[in-house]
């Protein structure tokens, strides 16, 4: 438990997605999901997301954004 | 009962001696501690209050003053404050600092200070005690007693214990790396070229077990980062979570090197390793039972490299 108290911060959140892909590919789970129909429109929506939250972007690949939050 | 009057000289040798130790070892580097005239001022008062102290406690032995001395005892028990008085400090200026020094750095920081103020006391005693027989022998004392409080000054750096060497920064896919080290996933792309453009990242190999044990402690590397940032600067601010300058160990490999990533605001690579090899071993690194079973053993054989393959002593 010692390395959760130190560092940067706790554990990440899930926080939401920013996906290329269509609502009956992604659905589900616990965290917004955002439907981008480009490249483009999905790193605008990321982009505007982490401005206002601090979360940090990780591309999953194969269309699909994940936002974390490090509280 | 007869009075025996206090000698001054024995006091004024200690009490210059000591003030002169607190002086010595009262620096100032990159790392910006104290850095500012009121951190001097209030260093060197405590410090001058401790050489009294000191200074104080053979003659009064000698002048029969054991009020006196009861009360020097009291007096002392104070400069445990100074490292309460440190650590408040430096907390409350971390938080408004992105990278931080952490606490364990922190914890170091303020019992240095705490110790170099009894180190001022205990020259202070020495001296005047040998002063009380010689006045000569006070300061022959004196000057060793400043000797050897400049060798205790200078600990441990990462530098003894490790390469530092620089490394190369570049991205599979997205994942960022520095040579071999794997450091973290950057999602967009506008933090990856800036990485690419204005990116800088050594690689720390350990000299040996002491040094890899060393550097898989997280608050050694925290302050690692610290001081790199407190030399070169850091391109970081709120909310840009993917600039925060790292210092992550190889792994799945595990193979004890380690990787340091940060976007400088000075992109000066020979002062980055200087800073990073400058930066103190932490005492509480050290006293993780395995670090210190390798000092043992180090001590012991006399040689680089404590435990043999079977893992015998």
């Known amino acids: ?71 | 009962m007869a009075k025996v009057a206090m000698p001054a000289l024995p006091l004024i040798i200690g009490l210059l001696f000591g003030f002169v130790t607190r002086f010595v070892t009262l620096r100032i580097d990159y790392r910006q501690y104290p850095g500012y005239p009121a951190g001097y001022t209030s260093h060197l008062t405590f410090g001058f209050i401790a050489a009294f102290i000191g200074a104080l406690v053979v003659p009064a032995f000698i002048a029969k003053e054991y009020t006196a001395v009861s009360f020097l005892a009291l007096a002392a028990q104070q400069f445990s404050q100074i490292r309460m008085v440190e650590r408040k400090s430096l907390e409350s200026i971390e938080q408004y600092t992105l990278v931080k020094r952490g606490p364990e750095y922190i914890e170091g920081i303020a019992r240095t200070f705490e110790q170099r103020n009894y180190l001022t006391m205990l020259v202070g005693m020495i001296s005047s005690a040998a002063a009380s027989w010689m006045w000569w022998a006070g300061i022959v004392v004196g000057l060793a007693g400043i000797g050897v409080s400049l060798l205790a000054k200078s600990g441990e750096t990462i530098g003894d214990l490790m390469w530092v060497r620089p490394g190369k920064l570049w991205f599979e896919r997205t994942l960022l790396y520095v040579d071999d080290v794997m450091m973290m996933e950057v999602g967009m792309p506008h933090p990856r070229e800036r990485y690419l453009r204005d990116g800088m990242g050594v690689v720390l190999e350990p000299k040996n077990p002491l040094g890899q044990a060393v550097l898989w402690d997280l608050s050694q590397r925290e302050a690692m980062v610290y001081d790199a940032v407190q030399m070169v600067g850091v391109q970081k601010d709120v909310g840009y979570p993917e600039q925060t300058p790292l210092c992550r160990m190889e792994m799945p490999g595990a193979s004890g090197r380690a990787a340091l990533s940060i976007i400088p605001v000075e992109k000066d690579m020979k002062a980055l390793i200087e800073a990073v090899q400058g930066t103190p071993v932490l005492e509480s690194t050290k006293a993780n039972p395995l670090v210190s079973k390798y000092i043992k053993q180090l001590k012991k054989k006399g040689r680089k490299g404590a435990v043999d393959d079977e893992g015998k002593r």
């Open chain 1, 1 to 71: 438990m010692r390395w959760m108290m130190k560092g940067s911060g706790n554990l990440p959140i899930m926080f939401a997605l920013v996906t290329l892909k269509k609502p009956a590919e992604v659905n589900g789970g616990m965290a917004p999901i955002f439907y981008a129909k480009d490249e483009k429109e999905r790193e605008k929506i990321a982009t505007y997301i982490t401005r206002i939250t601090n979360a940090t972007v990780h591309d999953m690949e194969e269309g699909t954004y994940i936002l974390t939050l490090n509280a």
